[in-house]
T-cell receptor, first 112, second 115 residues
Framework: KQEVTQIPAALSVPEGENLVLNCSFT??????LQWFRQDPGKGLTSLLLIQSSQREQTSGRLNASLDKSSGRSTLYIAASQPGDSATYLC???????????FGKGTMLLVSP | DAGVIQSPRHEVTEMGQEVTLRCKPISGHNSLFWYRQTMMRGLELLIY????????DSGMPEDRFSAKMPNASFSTLKIQPSEPRDSAVYFC?????????????FGAGTRLSVL
């Protein structure tokens, strides 16, 4: 059974810092990995999707990497802003499955 | 498109009552997912439909939970009878189908409180 772990559970940084969120998964047989953002009281918004054949994906100040063999992904946020404050969730789609397994998320607070 | 629409946004009910949560997926999407989110367990898949047919309901906690998708534009998740431990945020998501590349789009969720 696939398990997804996110570290740290919470992170507080001053505005302008570059930061890294970590995600690890136990079964490396995956189709893809997604990073989502969840704002308080809201649903999830997909930020980046990395296919199993890819090593990284970039969108603006966000860069996600994938090391399938070691079961790890990182989400790099450059020049953080208060508007980046949210919970970031990592989700893995395992091979042979159509569903996602989610981590519990990292709650990020960027202070002005 | 308005995105995935869930109703109600908030539901407060008493233990033992029936609760029905509703979801309208994005038009054209043929996969629909129901999730439950709690602080303790995070986001868990309850059931997944493809072309209106339940494919995987292994996440449904017990017989008190049931889900239907009578057509491509509507799904319900019913809890009968409800219990305090069912209190959580319930999300519905839809995607274009079983292909690996497809992203799931989430609704805003229904926050359920069972007293």
């Amino acid at each position: 059974k696939q398990e997804v772990t996110q570290i740290p559970a919470a992170l507080s940084v001053p505005e302008g810092e570059n930061l890294v969120l970590n995600c690890s998964f136990t079964d490396s047989a995956i189709y893809n990995l997604q990073w989502f953002r969840q704002d308080p009281g809201k649903g999830l918004t997909s930020l980046l999707l990395i296919q199993s054949s890819q090593r990284e994906q970039t969108s603006g100040r966000l860069n996600a990497s994938l090391d399938k063999s070691s079961g790890r992904s990182t989400l790099y946020i450059a020049a953080s802003q208060p508007g980046d404050s949210a919970t970031y969730l990592c989700a893995v789609r395992s091979s042979g499955y159509s569903t996602l397994t989610f981590g519990k998320g990292t709650m990020l607070l960027v202070s002005p | 498109d308005a995105g995935v629409i869930q109703s109600p946004r908030h539901e407060v009910t008493e233990m033992g009552q029936e609760v029905t949560l509703r979801c309208k997926p994005i038009s054209g999407h043929n996969s629909l997912f129901w999730y439950r989110q709690t602080m303790m367990r995070g986001l868990e898949l309850l059931i997944y439909f493809n072309n209106n047919v339940p494919i995987d309901d292994s996440g449904m906690p017990e017989d008190r939970f049931s889900a239907k998708m009578p057509n491509a534009s509507f799904s319900t998740l019913k809890i009968q009878p409800s219990e305090p431990r069912d209190s959580a945020v319930y999300f519905c998501a839809s995607s274009l189908g079983g292909r690996a590349k497809n992203i799931q789009y989430f609704g805003a969720g229904t926050r359920l409180s069972v007293l």
